[in-house]
């Protein structure tokens, strides 16, 4: 079953992370935040919400659906403003935005025009929209070390089906963008460490939770188990794990 946003038992799900140095790196190179009113779209717990803040921006507002993960993204980041919203009809005002940012959000959408619409329609003429995602080749690299994710799928084969009819291919998304109206579309990889575990155990304990997995909301507990001891043959369990995943990042100009 997929993951329930809205479930309060699953209001955690994106709150507890340090964010990966080399994502700051990234967003600082490839954009310019300092002064800039920033939104950041699906905020979840509001993790990188408060991170754009430390890039620069000069105001950030977090907007999600999910009532649940609001709550915690509102106790952990007090100074950012959080509003509950569609990402389909934020109910922000035309032209207000500078940057439009998300992560984590385009494949739990299906009508991406209508989304890329609404983003234009926020954003100020010159804004930029930052989208960063997955697509299937991104998560159908081969399981490894460095990529364990990969394993995900060469152990449950049904999983690919599902990353396939949910995830947007970069030529889906770079049409879907021309197709609104934004031009100067540039489009990067960026390896992002999730987190690194002391032990495999605390690895395994939160997989069985399926902590910011939401494709892991698609296996039983039963399938969870087998999984950990697959990736446990794997990789070994006496040293560190470092979960690692490839994303692709579009972005692109609202033209003046
Ligand atoms: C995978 S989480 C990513 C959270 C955060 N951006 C991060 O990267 O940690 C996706 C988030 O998008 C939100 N979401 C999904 N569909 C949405 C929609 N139609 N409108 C607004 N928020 C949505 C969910 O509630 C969830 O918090």
Same mark, same amino acid.
């Given at each position: 079953?997929?993951?329930?946003?809205? +479930?309060?038992?699953?209001?955690?799900?994106?709150?507890? !992370?340090?964010? #990966?140095?080399?994502?700051?790196?990234?967003?600082?190179?490839?954009?310019?935040?300092?002064?800039?009113?920033?939104?950041?779209?699906?905020?979840?717990?509001?993790?990188?919400?408060?991170?754009? /803040?430390?890039?620069?921006?000069?105001?950030?507002?977090?907007?999600?659906?999910?009532?649940?993960? /609001?709550?915690?993204?509102?106790?952990?980041?007090?100074?950012?403003? @959080?509003?509950?919203?569609?990402?389909?009809?934020?109910?922000?005002? +035309?032209?207000? @935005? #500078?940057?439009?940012?998300?992560?984590?959000?385009?494949?739990?959408? !299906?009508? *991406? &025009?209508?989304? @890329?619409?609404?983003?234009?329609?926020?954003?100020? &003429?010159?804004?930029?929209?930052?989208?960063?995602?997955?697509?299937?080749? #991104?998560?159908?690299?081969?399981?490894? &070390? +460095?990529?364990? !994710?990969?394993?995900?799928?060469?152990?449950?084969? =049904? *999983?690919?089906?599902?990353?396939? +009819?949910? =995830?947007?291919?970069?030529?889906?998304?770079?049409?879907?963008?021309?197709?609104?109206?934004?031009?100067?579309?540039?489009?990067?990889?960026?390896?992002?460490?999730?987190?690194?575990?002391?032990?495999?155990?605390?690895?395994?304990? $939160?997989? =069985?939770?399926?902590?910011?997995?939401?494709?892991?909301?698609?296996?039983?507990?039963?399938?969870?188990? $087998? /999984?950990? =001891?697959?990736?446990?043959?794997?990789?070994?369990?006496?040293?560190?794990?470092?979960?690692?995943?490839?994303?692709?990042?579009?972005?692109?100009?609202?033209?003046?």
């Amino acid at each position: 079953m997929p993951i329930n946003f809205h +479930d309060r038992a699953n209001r955690f799900t994106y709150a507890n !992370r340090n964010i #990966d140095p080399a994502w700051i790196r990234f967003m600082e190179q490839e954009i310019s935040w300092h002064g800039k009113r920033v939104v950041d779209i699906g905020c979840g717990g509001g993790i990188y919400t408060s991170e754009l /803040l430390n890039l620069g921006a000069k105001s950030v507002v977090g907007i999600d659906f999910s009532e649940a993960m /609001l709550s915690v993204a509102k106790s952990e980041h007090k100074e950012i403003e @959080f509003r509950n919203g569609d990402a389909y009809a934020t109910g922000l005002q +035309d032209c207000s @935005f #500078d940057l439009v940012f998300s992560r984590a959000l385009i494949h739990h959408l !299906r009508d *991406l &025009p209508a989304y @890329f619409r609404e983003v234009y329609r926020i954003l100020k &003429p010159g804004g930029i929209i930052i989208t960063q995602n997955r697509t299937v080749a #991104d998560c159908h690299l081969p399981g490894s &070390p +460095d990529h364990l !994710r990969g394993y995900f799928f060469k152990k449950f084969p =049904r *999983l690919q089906q599902i990353e396939k +009819d949910r =995830r947007h291919n970069h030529d889906k998304v770079v049409q879907a963008l021309l197709q609104t109206g934004f031009t100067g579309i540039v489009s990067k990889s960026l390896w992002e460490t999730r987190k690194t575990y002391a032990t495999f155990e605390q690895f395994a304990d $939160e997989m =069985r939770n399926r902590s910011g997995r939401s494709i892991l909301h698609e296996l039983t507990d039963g399938e969870i188990e $087998e /999984l950990i =001891r697959y990736i446990a043959a794997k990789v070994g369990t006496e040293t560190p794990v470092t979960d690692r995943d490839r994303w692709s990042v579009w972005i692109a100009v609202r033209p003046e």
